[in-house]
Nanobody, 124 residues
Framework: QVQLVESGGGLVQAGGSLRLSCAASGRTFSSYAMGWFRQAPGKEREFVAITRWRGYSIYYADSVKGRFTISRDNAKNTVYLQMNSLKPEDTAVYYC?????????????????WGQGTQVTVSS
């Protein structure tokens, strides 16, 4: 089992920045793919960014490319999402997720473990 706890959400003005953190505990974290997803009210949960263990591959949704940066510190069992140039449409609950198979897929159904989510609100 892997337990994930997100932090760092909050209220920010458009153009501002936030850094989300996801602390993992339990089984080995370093060999998992770690992803960030988000869900806005009335919408499906969508992929934001992924970092794989193998090859340290990183993938981003087109909507956040160039503005968001995902990173991981395996020594601290933590994955981060640095969010810059935030827009009102980035408002959502952000979830951290772990995939033990390290597939690096964008589908939320591939992820076995999820955090409780952290709210990000961007005002215009």
């Amino acid at each position: 089992q892997v337990q994930l706890v997100e932090s760092g959400g909050g209220l920010v003005q458009a153009g501002g920045s936030l850094r989300l953190s996801c602390a993992a505990s339990g089984r080995t974290f370093s060999s998992y793919a770690m992803g960030w997803f988000r869900q806005a009210p009335g919408k499906e949960r969508e992929f934001v960014a992924i970092t794989r263990w193998r090859g340290y591959s990183i993938y981003y949704a087109d909507s956040v490319k160039g503005r968001f940066t995902i990173s991981r510190d395996n020594a601290k069992n933590t994955v981060y999402l640095q969010m810059n140039s935030l827009k009102p449409e980035d408002t959502a609950v952000y979830y951290c997720a772990a995939d033990k198979d390290d597939l690096g897929l964008r589908s939320r159904y591939e992820y076995e473990y999820w955090g409780q989510g952290t709210q990000v609100t961007v005002s215009s």
